[in-house]
């Protein structure tokens, strides 16, 4: 709790005053003072392609992006978007006036709510949810309506015992319900942090129904879009019929092309809409990472080849720790998209998300994230703990071997 001035009113606003420090900060910090593997945050411990890297090293030395870049993002940038929501879904976004570069997906999310909402709003996300999203919802003034998303049936769970493909669902009826007259926006995300689901098409259809038919605003964070495995299939709503006119779709190249730290992210969407949130961005960062949106133009632009070989690689790292945590006792919920595993922690013995999370890096040197803190209604969520896979294969097996020991 912030401190108290001396008219014992707390310094943080009542908006903010539930969201102490993220999980993510936390559980990294306590990674790297007790020495753990982090498989808590989701960021790669290999840099993206060096080709891109020196494609920002050559901005930086042609002084291009050093200065202020324009406030939508520069031109190649956004050029770039356009030309890749095209070539991958046949999506048309007119790159002046239909492109918004934000600070990563974050503050495009952030300004989508603070441009999008009133005061009272309320905004229906799919629980668990990304922690930024109740804490935009907030600083909006808006009112968070969480429609949780549970696992189907036990039976085909991924256990010592055989592996399938346990999924989180959506219940399209839960939805319908949750939608009120003071509705204003669904903000959805798939491939879905934590849980790795991917919506499907016919999910997506009925939500897209939903949205024309009770009038709704959609954001739609697809930042894992190329983090799909299987016979899953990335489908960006705006496709959908009634939705590209209506619908914020983000994207970042972070999770793309590996390079969390450069904050590069960015908005498709029509122009009013796309209007509203540079007001609303503007005001935030202005704008930010010049070099690094040069470097990200040329990434959009790397062939398929490059797309393809970032699937097949975390594929491969999906199965390895997929595998040593059935290994090791965990119920396993197989994504099929994201960089994330889901776990049920209950086989092991354990039943709060929370209490193991906290004491595994004491007893097994790993560090993973309970699952309960993207939740309302956190006993829904209580004994799920997510693991993150985007790390160097050699990481991934010692820690499935430090798990399986320790139980
Ligand atoms: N949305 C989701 C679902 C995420 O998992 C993350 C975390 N990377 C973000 C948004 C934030 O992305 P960025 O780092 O580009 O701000
Ligand atoms: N999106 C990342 C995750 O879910 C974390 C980003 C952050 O630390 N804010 O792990």
């Known amino acids: ?49 060096e080709e891109i890297r020196e494609a920002a090293v050559r901005a930086l030395r042609d002084g291009r992006g050093n200065q202020y870049p324009p406030g939508p993002g520069v031109p190649e940038l956004r ?24 600070a990563g997906a974050t503050e495009a999310i952030a300004a989508a709510l603070l441009a999008l909402l009133e005061p009272g709003d309320e905004v229906i996300a799919l629980e668990p949810y990304y922690d930024s999203y109740a804490a935009s919802i907030a600083m909006a003034g808006g009112t968070r309506v969480p429609v949780t998303l549970r696992p189907d049936d036990a039976a085909s769970a991924d256990t010592a015992a055989g592996a399938s493909h346990r999924r989180f669902r959506l219940d399209l009826d839960e939805l319908r319900d949750a939608v009120t007259d003071r509705t204003r926006l669904l903000l959805l995300n798939t491939p879905h942090n934590p ?17 024309v038919e009770r009038d709704l605003l959609v954001v739609t964070d697809e930042v894992y879009e190329h983090l799909v495995f299987d016979d899953a299939e990335h489908i960006p709503l705006a496709t959908l019929p009634g939705m590209r006119e209506r619908t914020v779709t983000i994207g970042s190249a972070g999770k793309t092309f590996s390079f969390t730290g450069w904050k590069v992210g960015w908005v498709t969407a029509p122009p009013a809409l796309v ?25 959009l632009a790397l062939p398929d080849d490059y797309f393809d070989g970032f699937r097949a690689d975390m594929l491969r790292k999906r199965d390895v720790l ?86």
């Open 1 to 49: 709790m912030a401190r108290m001035t001396s008219s014992a009113r707390p310094l943080l606003n009542r908006r903010l005053a539930e969201f102490g420090t993220t999980i993510f900060a936390e559980m990294s910090a306590l990674a790297t003072s007790t020495g753990s593997i982090n498989l808590g945050q989701g960021f790669p411990d290999t840099d993206g392609p």
């Open 79 to 102: 050029a770039a978007v356009a030309a890749h929501q095209e070539r991958r879904y046949g999506l048309s976004y007119d790159p002046d006036t239909e492109v918004l570069v934000t």
């Open 195 to 211: 849980t790795g689901t991917v919506l499907t098409r016919a999910e997506l259809t009925e939500i897209a129904r939903l949205a």
């Open 275 to 299: 209007g509203a949130v540079r007001s609303a961005k503007q005001f935030l960062t202005y704008v930010a990472s010049g070099p690094f949106q040069y470097a990200v133009a040329e990434a």
């Open 322 to 407: 997929a595998a040593g945590l059935t290994d090791a006792g965990f119920s396993v919920f197989r994504p099929q998209g994201t960089y994330f595993i889901t776990t049920d922690i209950r086989p092991l013995g354990e039943s709060d998300g929370f209490a193991f999370c906290r004491a595994l890096p004491e007893r097994a040197g790993v560090v993973a994230i309970p699952n309960a803190v993207f939740y309302d209604h956190r006993e829904a969520g209580a004994p799920f703990v997510r693991f993150a896979f985007c790390k160097r294969t050699d990481v991934l097996e010692e820690a499935s071997r430090r798990l399986k020991a320790a139980w």
